[in-house]
C-alpha cells in the first residue's frame, strides 16, 4: 500500500513550484532581455584637459563588459546606443592651511548621456551624473578628492571620478523594478 506521504509530496512540490512560476532569478533578470549587444561612441569632452573622454569612454566600455550580459560593438551590429558627453570638469580647494595653500582638492566631472534602441527611442531618458553635491533628484552624486600634501595627484582624483561616473552610468542600464 502506498503512503500518504508520496501522494501529498508531489502535490505540494508541484503547488509550490506554481507560485514561483513568473519570478526570475540571477543578475540576467537586472538587465533588458530584448538587449543585447551596445554601441558606445566616443564620448566628446568640453575638457580642458586632455583625454577625459577618451579614459571616460574606455572606463564605461569596460564597466559594460564586465558587470552586464551586454556585449559592446560596432554602431551596424548594436540593438542600443550609449551616448554621452562630458560637460563639466571643475577642481575646487574644500581645505587650506595656515598659509592658504591646498590641503584637499575636489575634482567634480559632469556627464550627461543617453540610452537609445536602434530605431532612436530612448530608452533611458537622458540623465545628468555629477559628482558634485545634490543639485536634483536626477543627479546622482559623488565626489572625488585628493590631497597633495599626501601625495596624491589629480590624477588619481580624475581615473577615481571618472571609474564612478562609468559604475553609476552602467548601473542605470538596469531594467526599472
Known amino acids: 500500500m502506498i503512503d500518504r506521504r508520496w501522494i501529498l509530496l508531489p502535490l505540494l512540490v508541484s503547488l509550490l513550484s506554481a507560485g514561483c512560476a513568473c519570478y526570475q532569478i540571477g543578475a540576467r533578470t537586472l538587465y533588458r532581455p530584448d538587449i543585447q549587444t551596445v554601441y558606445v561612441p566616443m564620448f566628446p569632452s568640453e575638457s580642458f584637459r586632455r583625454g577625459m573622454g ?3 569612454t574606455e572606463a564605461v566600455v569596460r564597466e ?3 558587470t552586464t550580459p551586454y556585449k559592446v560593438v560596432s554602431k551596424e551590429m548594436a540593438d542600443s546606443t550609449l551616448s554621452g558627453e562630458l560637460v563639466t570638469d571643475q577642481k575646487a580647494v574644500i581645505a587650506e592651511n595656515g598659509l592658504d595653500e591646498a590641503r584637499v582638492i575636489q575634482e567634480t566631472l559632469t556627464v550627461v548621456y543617453r540610452w537609445t534602441d536602434a530605431r532612436g527611442n530612448a ?3 537622458p540623465l545628468s551624473l555629477s559628482l558634485s553635491p545634490a543639485l536634483s533628484a536626477a ?3 559623488n565626489s572625488s578628492k585628493y590631497v597633495p600634501e599626501a601625495g ?3 590624477a588619481i582624483a580624475q ?3 571618472i571609474r564612478d561616473l562609468a559604475v553609476q552610468i552602467v548601473r542605470n542600464m538596469q531594467a526599472p523594478w
Open 54 to 56: 577618451e579614459r571616460l
Open 159 to 161: 581615473e577615481e571620478a
Open 139 to 141: 543627479t546622482i552624486n
Open 152 to 154: 596624491q595627484t589629480m
Open 64 to 66: 559594460i563588459e564586465a
Open 123 to 125: 530608452i533611458r531618458d
